[in-house]
């Protein structure tokens, strides 16, 4: 089904071109800029926000891991109207429509500008995660360009070195972005495939390797040299040895941990699409009975089941309708990744009789699909939100698995399932692109999500939220400007980050986020011992409520009490309390 759609477009040649010159660009350019106003989230987002505001109070475990990119954003907020939320997400938007643009224009050296479109707007629809978070979207950017720096300088003469020094100054450099990032390293297995399946000599596929090193210790050492000089030569190590050891609190990150994430969300999918196989057989039975006869009839009867199929799918919530959550798109994007393994696996071993370079690219596409998600303890969702070249890559190589089997009618049960799995991830994503808001949503009652928009709230002007997210932060804005606590410092606990990124509250402590698991509860001890010696032992405590869950993790609950002890040796009260806020100040009486 996808030769048919290719022949299609090359019968449209005198609307081919300009559509791949003009149109093709502009959207990719300006499709993620819609819906950049939908959420106000007070959690990762505006945490991340005040990371870059306050950069110089953040925990160094997490300033250095993912240095560069804080220092980005630092910087970014002093660009012309990126004080507010709104106008900060514009500057980081650019980011994903330059991965978009920049595969796009280089992977037409290997394939039809129409299927990279297709792949990069399944790409840009399935970016899930908030756009301000750098610490994401700066290492998609460097892997990305690293990778097809990678590829183009393989397969070039003339700019060879060239090519192969950025391509490992980018991965080089990407440590610095997020020091997870140290994985794509493993990427150098492309360049030597490509040396053995070519029957490259030894030398030179060493020396190609050398060139990479070689950028790769520059793209990694230059900045690290710099940072050594500013803040002293133990500071990063000490600062990786302590993300090393917070995984004896926060199991999630440890690597068994990120590791059985990542495999259940592959057999999750997997056993959903069990029941693909029988409307497989029976397809290709039917396909097989009266050869050559009542095919037309045989291939709407087939579609028609495929619908079925896929209405069964949206009964049993595979295929939800619930766009305020990832999963509305989560297992059709994994279904196609699953059938983009298999492919890019048969393609590189040269299954498909193609050259070098498609069993080259289909080795990068499946080498991506492996290391993205690992450094994560979000299954495969930090691959999900990077498909800006193993989906356009995928795409190409499924339709070269079909184009290997044309010779008979049956072929079409397993194309059609293929290309159908294609259409619902393009549906999905688009609804999901149009609807989605990171962590602002009322999954109760979705049809009133995000009907308020943000008027009164400087920092947050212009989003469009919940009107009960609304009224809440107002509420907490009168009894800060009140008590004349905006602008002061403040020490935030309960998943509310982000409130002293929106209230202009400078941390008290080196974190605004001390709930987090991956936060000992010796750091969050130690970090309060050093307020009482501070010049400001007293800031404004805020707490979100605590709900039986959070209260159920040992973590969590030990910090709790340790926050709830300093608030009553140091004679605090309660000046304000909402259904999601408790505010405490040691300088007002209480209020009613």
Not at 263 to 289: D, K, Q, S
Not at 347 to 365: M, P, V
Request: glycine letters at 6%.
């Amino acid at each position: 089904m996808l030769n048919d759609i290719r022949s299609y477009f090359m019968k449209l040649k005198g609307f081919r071109q300009p559509l791949e010159r003009y149109f093709f660009p502009v959207v990719l350019l300006l499709y993620p800029f819609f819906g950049i106003t939908r959420g106000l989230d007070i959690v990762d987002t505006t945490y991340n926000l005040g990371n870059y505001e306050f950069m110089r109070s953040v925990d160094p475990m997490w300033l250095f891991s993912t240095f560069l990119s804080n220092l980005v954003g630092s910087i970014i907020m002093k660009f012309p109207g990126a004080g507010t939320m709104l106008g900060f997400s514009v500057y980081c938007t650019f980011i994903i429509s330059a991965m978009a643009l920049v595969s796009y224009y280089l992977l037409q050296r290997w394939m039809p500008g129409w299927m990279i479109f297709v792949g990069e707007l399944i790409a840009e629809s399935l970016c899930w995660a908030p756009r301000v978070i750098l610490y994401h979207y700066l290492p998609y950017l460097m892997v990305t360009l690293g990778t097809l720096f990678l590829l183009l300088g393989i397969f070039s003469k003339e700019r060879q070195n060239i090519l192969l020094f950025a391509a490992g100054a980018c991965l080089g450099l990407n440590i610095l972005m997020r020091f997870p990032a140290i994985l794509d390293c493993m990427l150098i297995l492309i360049l030597w495939f490509n040396s053995f399946i070519s029957k490259e000599k030894f030398a030179d596929a060493a020396k190609k390797t050398g060139v990479c090193i070689a950028g790769y210790a520059a793209g990694f050492g230059v900045p690290l040299l710099l940072i050594s000089l500013i803040y002293g030569f133990d500071t990063y190590p000490n600062a990786i040895g302590k993300l090393f050891a917070m995984t004896g609190e926060a199991t999630d990150y440890s690597s068994g941990g990120m590791l059985a994430d990542i495999f259940e969300a592959y057999t999750h999918t997997l056993g959903n699409m069990l029941i693909m196989i029988p409307c497989l057989i029976a397809g290709i039975i039917m396909f097989r009975v009266a050869k050559e006869k009542y095919i037309l009839l045989k291939k709407a009867l087939y579609v028609a089941g495929l619908l079925l199929l896929a209405v069964y799918y949206v009964k049993k919530d595979v295929f939800s309708r619930n766009y305020y959550y990832y999963e509305s798109m989560f297992q059709a994007a994994m279904m196609l990744l699953i059938i983009i393994v298999i492919v890019t696996i048969a393609g590189a071993c040269g299954f498909l009789k193609g050259g070098n370079e498609e069993r080259t690219l289909s080795c990068a596409a499946l080498m991506l699909i492996i290391i993205l998600p690992i450094g994560s303890n979000n299954r495969t969702m930090p691959l999900v939100n990077c498909l800006f070249l193993v989906a356009p890559i995928g795409l190409w190589i499924i339709q070269r698995f079909m184009q290997r089997f044309v010779d008979n009618e049956w072929n079409f049960a397993w194309q059609a399932m293929i290309t159908g799995v294609i259409v619902v991830l393009l549906v999905q994503g688009a609804i999901f692109h149009a609807r989605f808001s990171f962590a602002d949503h009322n999954e109760a009652t979705p049809e009133l999500n995000l009907d308020t928009k943000v008027t009164d709230i400087s920092k947050a002007n212009g989003l469009v939220t919940t009107k009960d997210n609304y009224n809440s932060l107002s509420e907490l804005k009168t009894c800060l400007e009140d008590n004349g606590l905006i602008q002061g410092k403040a020490l935030l606990f309960g998943n509310v980050p982000g409130l002293s990124y929106i209230f202009d509250m400078e941390p008290a402590i080196d974190t605004t986020w001390p709930d987090l698991d991956s936060y000992s509860i010796n750091s969050f001890r130690d970090s309060l011992d050093k307020l009482i010696a501070s010049d400001d032992p007293k800031p404004a405590v805020i707490v979100g409520k605590l709900d039986d869950v959070m209260l159920d993790n040992p973590n969590i609950k030990a910090k709790n009490e340790m926050l709830l002890d300093y608030i009553e040796k140091h004679d605090y009260n309660i000046i304000f309390e909402s259904e999601n806020f408790v505010v405490y100040s040691a300088q007002n009486e209480s209020e009613e």
